[in-house]
């Protein structure tokens, strides 16, 4: 059969007349990468209100007749014709979009840095539309950056919504303008059918991370409701084989399963409010990847509320990646003139394997989502929790010998945790009541911040402020402050429910208590904590309230930073349960989770370093056998795990032997020697199989990394395989230690291994990234790190 039939010669016709058409670029300048994009306003003033903003815009009322059927019309006429072609670049990415006469941009191209000169004549030529044999007689893109119910589009919407009436379900917008600025496009389209608006905002910065939101504002006369409005759609290529999902549970956060996508959807929801259950990002792989080559998309939402993340193959076999919201029912009810704004949606493509998106994360996080008191991250404290050493057994007396026990070990930030406060002797009371319990500290707690001021440490206090206990005075006081369907049993988890902070009063009340008394005790740093997942969670009203819920939590951290401008706060929930860049836009630290069982955290820490920069991650060296898994590790295991992060110590320092505390002030004195580098360099995933980690941290430089080298099981072979330190220069020769307090194992090791222990050895770069070090035989649970300095 000929290809020229009618409507392909007619589609013809019209892209010879479109080659007049221009390439945008934005980003670019003669081939340059351009400078960042700035910062829209600080964090603690959130630069793109989540809120549904009431924006005065100009309502045209609808007409009352509806408006004619347009004429029959078939792929290649005029109105399916390709207008232009916009593309950002950064230095390992590149994002090409087509505008078409009519809809949103499709989305050509979103993975490896094209060449400046690429024709938009060529791009037209290559997604030049076909239409298959007995289908539709219009085409259209099957990925455009925002897929809604309309036209002929049977994929998963990325907005749904309809007027109470149940009419404007169908949504097609078309382009009125694109605006181009260094590094970002921004989208403005409209529906004048159904009087809708849309705003996408995409940035791609130099750190290879293509953000993207959007906003909906209602220009009809009718309110809009909606139910789903995505933040980012992006196009992942046919070639990939494997999706990523992060799932996991209260003390097993951040487990990654990977599977096969055949011609299908996979998806993962988060309902709570927490995200223990699923940690919002998803990776696609190409076959082969892995921890440094071959090609992987990957992708996470910025939002500490419920979401739903996607993968789905489309009907040509490319996949569409959707990250956004998971709106309960009536969360979204948009007023004429009133807006919707999604939180921010995050991409990152490489050619280098997992780590190189975890690279892309990690240094965008610093650059553009961090938000340090003073403009820079000090130094990571080491810090002391007094929460496994403690539990709720608080004496004033013994942390103050705690205070000094810690300081003797190194430690520069002292955290108490639960239990200070009210009745709170266990957790089935008092919470909510944010009094200093008098007969625990009769003097208040402003002593014992001061003994640590005077031991050369920070204070911080733990704090869970969205909650109370039913037994308490806070509730007996404001019953009608709580989150719950009016009329239904109050649910309550770990004896407690959630305050509605979404209340003007109730969000004063717990900005009034936490600031009072950060200002009066002297507090540094707050531990906010989260134990329990949203559910029924209704306002006064019985309106669903999850996502005015974050809101609200966002603009009480950026109040209490704007009070204390030298305050830190660490976004808890029970561990990993808000470890989200949306929290981290407005918070310093994430404890990654109550689980600090060092083998288990392995896994724990190689998961959220898919997303997290390790200096933000608490990783703590905790007593034996572990709390949580009952296990017994040594403290050579222990330590070397946590070194991977913000380094803490979640024990009673009172109870150590001599012989241990000589060690572990060894180890935070090694911690606080490589913290400059821990906390600055570039990611690095080694050959990971089923028994052995290899991770590592290189200097942007190259002058120096360091690596774990861990045995998470007995390996099946007679003696180890070499291990291969992935990131270093292949031209340099390194000097490779295992630091002290190190002890060498095994049995007759060689010369090369008992050198490793004590002077070092040299070795270069490309003898150690292609053949790799054969080291002590490492029994399961046991690690090396090893520091490599070039010479
Ligand atoms: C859960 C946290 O993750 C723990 O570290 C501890 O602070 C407890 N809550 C206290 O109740």
């Given at each position: 059969m000929s290809s020229e039939t009618p409507k392909n010669s007619s589609r013809k016709k019209t892209l010879l007349t479109s080659r007049r058409t221009i390439c945008k670029a934005a980003g670019l300048a003669g081939g340059a990468l351009l400078v960042s994009t700035a910062k829209a306003s600080s964090p603690h003033e959130p630069a793109s209100p989540l809120s549904q903003d009431t924006k005065t815009v100009a309502s045209p009322s609808r007409s009352m007749s509806l408006p004619a059927i347009p004429a029959r019309m078939a792929a290649g006429d005029a109105d399916s014709a390709p207008r232009s072609m916009y593309r950002l670049d950064s230095l390992a990415a590149t994002l090409v979009l087509i505008e078409w006469q009519e809809g949103l941009p499709e989305i050509a191209h979103w993975g490896a840095r094209l060449p400046q000169n690429i024709h938009a004549e060529d791009v037209f030529t290559a997604r030049e539309a076909d239409t298959a044999q007995n289908a539709t007689d219009q085409w259209k893109p099957l990925i455009t950056l925002l897929d809604t119910i309309g036209d002929w589009r049977f994929d998963q919407p990325g907005l749904i919504a309809h007027r109470p009436?149940?009419?404007?379900w169908t949504a097609n917008f078309s382009v009125k303008t694109i605006e181009e600025k260094p590094r970002r496009l921004s989208i403005h389209a409209e529906d004048t059918i159904i009087n809708l608006k849309l705003v996408i905002e995409l940035t791609l910065s130099e750190q290879n991370v293509l953000t993207m939101s959007s906003c909906l504002t209602n220009t009809g006369p009718e309110p809009l409701e909606v139910a789903r409005l995505v933040s980012g759609t992006f196009l992942v290529p046919d070639r990939v084989q494997s999706i990523r999902v992060m799932h996991g549970a209260w003390t097993k956060e951040f487990d990654v399963s990977s599977m096969t996508l055949a011609q299908a959807e996979i998806v993962t929801e988060s309902r709570r409010n927490r995200t223990h259950d699923h940690f919002p990002g998803m990776i696609a792989a190409t076959a082969g990847a892995n921890g440094t080559s071959g090609e992987v998309w990957s992708m996470q939402l910025g939002w500490s509320g419920s979401h739903r993340m996607s993968a789905q193959r489309l009907e040509d076999g490319r996949i569409r990646f959707c990250a956004g919201e998971w709106l309960y029912p009536g969360e979204v009810s948009l007023q004429s003139g009133e807006s919707l704004q999604t939180p921010p949606a995050y991409a990152a493509y490489s050619n280098e394997g997992f780590s190189g998106c975890a690279r892309a994360f990690h240094a965008h996080a610093r650059k553009h989502v961090l938000v340090w008191p003073n403009k820079s991250m000090s130094p990571r404290p080491v810090i002391l929790n007094s929460w496994e050493g403690n539990g709720f057994n608080l004496n004033e007396p013994h942390l103050f010998r705690q205070i000094e026990a810690a300081a003797k070990l190194g430690v520069e930030r002292f955290v108490l945790d639960d239990g200070?406060?009210?009745?709170?002797?266990?957790?089935?009371?008092?919470?909510?009541?944010?009094?200093?319990a008098p007969d625990i500290f009769p003097r208040g707690l402003k002593p014992l911040a001061d003994h640590a001021h005077q031991h050369a440490m920070q204070f911080g206090l733990w704090f869970e402020p969205e909650m109370v206990n039913p037994e308490s005075e806070l509730y007996r006081a404001h019953p009608d402050w709580v989150l719950a369907v009016r009329g239904r049993p109050l649910r309550t988890s770990r004896y407690q429910v959630v305050l509605d902070i979404s209340r003007p009063d109730v969000c004063d009340y717990l900005f009034s208590a936490v600031s009072q008394l950060v200002s009066s005790v002297g507090i540094d740093y707050i531990k906010w904590d989260f134990n329990r997942d949203l559910v029924e969670a209704a306002d006064a009203h019985g309106r669903a309230a999850y996502r005015r819920q974050v809101l609200a939590l966002y603009t009480l951290w950026d109040r209490l930073h704007a009070a204390h401008p030298t305050l830190e706060i660490e976004s808890c929930a029970s561990g990993g349960g808000r470890a989200d860049w949306g929290a981290l836009a407005h918070t310093q630290r994430i404890w990654t989770s109550d689980n600090t069982d060092a083998l288990d955290r392995l896994r724990i820490q190689g998961g959220a370093w898919q997303f997290l920069p390790p200096e933000v991650t608490g990783t703590h060296i905790s007593a034996v056998p572990n709390g949580i898994t009952g296990r017994v590790f040594t403290l050579q295991f222990r330590a070397a795990v946590a070194l991977f992060g913000h380094l803490g110590i979640e024990l009673?320092?009172?109870?150590?032997?001599a012989d241990e505390r000589e060690e572990l002030v060894l180890w935070v004195n090694l911690h606080k020697r490589l913290r400059g580098l821990l906390h600055s360099g570039d990611a690095q995933f080694g050959e990971e199989t089923s028994d052995r980690v290899v991770r590592g941290v290189t200097a942007q430089d190259r002058s120096a990394a360091i690596f774990l080298i861990a045995q998470s099981d007995a390996g099946k072979a007679r003696s180890a395989a070499p291990v291969r330190l992935p990131?270093?220069?292949?031209?340099r020769r390194y000097r490779v230690i295992a630091p002290t307090p190190q002890k060498l194992t095994g049995n007759n090791p060689s010369a090369a291994n008992r050198a490793l222990f004590e002077k070092g050895i040299v070795v270069s770069g490309a003898v150690l990234q292609e053949m790799g070090l054969t080291l002590p035989r490492l029994y399961p649970a046991q690690a090396f790190i090893l520091e490599c300095q070039a010479i």
């Open positions: 009436d149940g009419t404007d200070w406060f009210g009745s709170r002797r266990d957790d089935s009371r008092g919470l909510g009541d944010w009094n200093i009673d320092p009172l109870e150590l032997s990131g270093l220069d292949p031209n």
